[in-house]
């Protein structure tokens, strides 16, 4: 009785699948496949101009790092590494998870280090 009605089931199914209908005119080679993930690659532009709509000139002094500089009353989220210091590593990463490195008189102090002058630099030069 099973075999019966699972035999009906595939059948239906079989016959269902069969008869859907496949648009071949929007089928593409091989080549126009790779061509359209290259340019899927190269970002949202590239697609735009694929679908056939305007870009709009990219305005360059957008990409420009703003240079935000360390000032007085700053909290800093700092992480050290030392090979064999895990007190030291422990200590900062407890400081900087719950309060931060607050920067008092242009320094900053880091347990077993002492202060350490941060003010007017920019976040990069204060790695």
Do not use: W
Request: with cysteine.
């Amino acid at each position: 009785m099973f075999f019966k009605n699972f035999k009906n089931i595939f059948l239906i199914c079989l016959l269902f699948t069969s008869c859907s209908y496949r648009n071949s005119s929007q089928m593409e080679g091989v080549e126009d496949f790779v061509l359209a993930s290259n340019q899927i690659n190269e970002g949202k532009t590239a697609i735009l101009k694929m679908q056939g709509k305007e870009v709009e000139k990219f305005d360059e002094n957008l990409l420009e790092e703003k240079k935000e500089l360390v000032q007085e009353d700053d909290i800093l989220n700092i992480e050290i590494y030392h090979p064999k210091r895990e007190d030291l590593i422990s200590s900062i990463k407890t400081i900087s998870s719950q309060n931060g490195f607050i920067v008092r008189e242009k320094k900053i102090f880091l347990p077993h280090l002492g202060y350490i002058k941060v003010e007017n630099l920019t976040l990069n030069d204060t790695r």
